[in-house]
């Protein structure tokens, strides 16, 4: 979270607006609450220039739970949606997809441990697909598409969890975009789904009223109490990224800090391994690894002792992880190039 961000809610944390309320204490269905709502709405909506032909949902249970809705609302038996699988979390939304229908990998990095991205040519969709489903961003490997699929007619449906808001994103080309608000959006339990008008006229009847699209968007997002502190705070996180210059202006910035990491890594003579390929790189996760596991246990508790925690990999892959937000500061990948230039001269 940017720290300014964490300061306003501080100092409203008692009374939103002189109120004398706190927005945790306000109803959602209040006067009060209405404008919080807009401004999170409108918020996303100007940053990314969703079109008008798009809603913007605030939902809970995650991204974890657009696994499910997804091909809950799209995928019924007998109907195929084609998976692009380039890290752990395309895997997740490919298992549940599974429940619902035929849910085709049509393209996996497994093999090469998941290193790279397709470029768009390698693709080729089953035109009769119902919809195609890609991560943008894997976040645990550290593998970014550098371009927005182009589904050619077939609606396609992004996982954009950990890259949305870094850049500017082309709204057009894509049928669904979700993400869990708490990379770059705001806090854990919210999240953020962009769903074209059309997606939402095809909405089967009978869904369950919770994960029914279209009753969500007819509701505000507000079918059942929504949570209305991360709403808020997503609201100010808008006004920050607004006051950096926008996802244009942010996304250079974090060029240039994925670009310090990855220089201190490809000029560390291989003691450095990064784990993406080069042109699969993410601006956002930056995933390397040390000679041994002795070293990369040792290079993370020395780092934390410094005050740069978190660095260890997902439990799944191991290794090291720096995970570098948009609200995350350049000096803090200053710093940790030098802890890690340091790190190499005394224990290569
Ligand atoms: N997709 C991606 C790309 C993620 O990074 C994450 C969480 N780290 C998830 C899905 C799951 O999100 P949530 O915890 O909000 O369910």
């Not at 892959?317 to 948009?326: C, K, L, M, P, Q």
Request: glycine share 10%; net charge negative; aromatic share 8%.
């Amino acid at each position: 979270m940017p720290r300014p961000v964490l300061e306003q809610a501080q100092n409203e944390i008692l009374s939103l607006n002189g109120i004398g309320m706190s927005v945790m204490e306000v109803s959602h269905r209040s006067k009060y609450f209405e404008p919080v709502l807009a401004a999170a709405e409108s918020g996303i909506r100007d940053l990314l220039a969703v079109p008008d032909n798009y809603r913007i949902l605030f939902l809970q249970g995650g991204a974890t739970l657009q696994f499910s809705m997804v091909p809950m609302n799209f995928l019924r038996p007998g109907e195929t949606a084609e998976y692009i699988i380039t890290g752990a979390w395309g895997k997740k939304a490919l298992k549940e997809a599974a429940r619902c229908g035929n849910a085709n990998t049509i393209y996996s990095s497994a093999d090469g441990g998941y290193k790279s991205v397709p470029q768009q040519d390698d693709l080729d969709f089953d035109q009769s697909s119902r919809y195609i489903h890609y991560t943008s961003n894997e976040t645990i490997e550290g593998v970014e598409f550098k371009y927005d699929l182009e589904g050619s007619g077939i609606p396609v449906v992004c996982d954009a969890s950990s890259n949305i808001l870094s850049k500017p994103l082309d709204i057009d080309k894509y049928a669904i975009i979700y993400a869990g608000a708490q990379k770059n959006i705001g806090p854990s339990g919210v999240t953020v789904v962009i769903i074209r008008d059309d997606m939402l006229a095809a909405v089967p009847e009978g869904q369950h009223s919770m994960l029914d699209y279209r009753l969500l968007a007819e509701n505000d997002s507000m079918l059942n109490t929504p949570n209305t502190w991360g709403i808020y705070l997503i609201s100010l996180v808008c006004g920050w990224l607004q006051d950096q210059g926008g996802v244009k202006a942010i996304e250079s910035r974090n060029i240039e800090k994925a670009g310090i990491l990855y220089d201190a890594i490809d000029s560390s003579d291989g003691y450095f391994a990064g784990h993406a390929d080069r042109e699969a790189r993410s601006l956002m996760n930056v995933t390397f690894r040390l000679p041994t596991e002795e070293l990369e246990k040792r290079f993370c508790s020395e780092a934390a002792a410094l005050g740069l925690d978190g660095l260890k990999g997902h439990r799944s892959v191991g290794g090291i992880r720096a995970s570098i937000y948009n609200a995350f500061p350049r000096e803090g990948v200053e710093a940790l190039v030098e802890f890690m230039k340091d790190f190499a001269q005394k224990n290569g």
